[in-house]
């Protein structure tokens, strides 16, 4: 099955660093969303970018997408402790309401 | 807020037994989706529903099959418990007109 990829896979920065982390995506998708699932949870949404937007910022997060190149970023701003955790990016394919998820970014931010 | 509630948090069974995973979810979502993850390879969507008595295949149904009778309640059913099937289970449910999912927080089955 297809399946997205987030890179890195871990990423571990200091408190009050950026985090980038980048997904990749194969099919023709409707929307992008970012979710985040701390310590083996269910996930909590963050942001939705649609397939005709190229950014949007919520709080300390911004999300690029380019459909040109199948691929996304998400930036969290100014990190925090509380940050701490896993990052998956999941695609909507076009026409209907299947989700596909990435395998995730885990983020460590040290105090 | 928005909740989705799934019946156990945590599951044993036996290998051969027929197991019965239920969510709920109560903002009325039309949308209804049963995962499984596993390290490494992220969440795996198994079945959707996106209406009462409506399913539809994920890319991992082997072994599984779903019910949805009613609009606020989907079943995810192991027919015959196999090892490998030993996973976290998410049920999430959206609302057809803004897609973002709300997941319940997991059962973790255990098969032996």
């Known amino acids: 099955s297809q399946q997205g990829e987030e890179d890195p896979q871990a990423l571990s920065i200091q408190e009050g660093e950026n985090a980038t982390m980048n997904c990749s995506y194969k099919t023709s998708i409707n929307n992008l969303q970012w979710y985040r699932q701390n310590s083996g949870r269910g996930l909590v949404h963050l942001i939705l970018?649609?397939?005709?937007?190229r950014e949007k910022h919520s709080g300390r997060l911004r999300v690029t997408l380019d459909t040109s190149k199948k691929s996304s970023s998400l930036l969290i701003t100014a990190s925090r402790a509380a940050d701490t955790a896993s990052y998956f990016c999941?695609?909507?394919?076009?026409?209907?309401?299947?989700?596909?998820f990435g395998t995730g970014t885990r983020l460590k931010v040290l105090a | 807020d928005v909740k989705v509630t799934q019946s156990s948090r945590y599951l044993v069974k036996r290998t051969g037994e027929k197991v019965f995973l239920e969510c709920v979810q109560d903002?009325?979502?039309?949308?209804m989706f049963w995962y499984r993850q596993d390290p490494g390879l992220g969440l795996r969507l198994i079945y959707f529903s996106y209406d009462v008595k409506m399913k539809e295949k994920g890319d991992i149904p082997e072994g599984y099959s779903v019910s949805r009778e009613k609009k606020e309640r989907f079943s995810l059913i192991l027919e015959s418990a196999s090892t490998n099937q030993t996973s976290m289970y998410l049920c999430a449910s959206s609302s057809a007109t803004t897609y973002e999912q709300y997941f319940g927080p997991g059962t973790r089955l255990t098969v032996t």
């Open positions: 999941a695609t909507v394919t076009s026409g209907t309401y299947k989700y596909i």
């Open positions: 970018i649609r397939s005709n937007e």
């Open positions: 903002m009325d979502h039309e949308n």
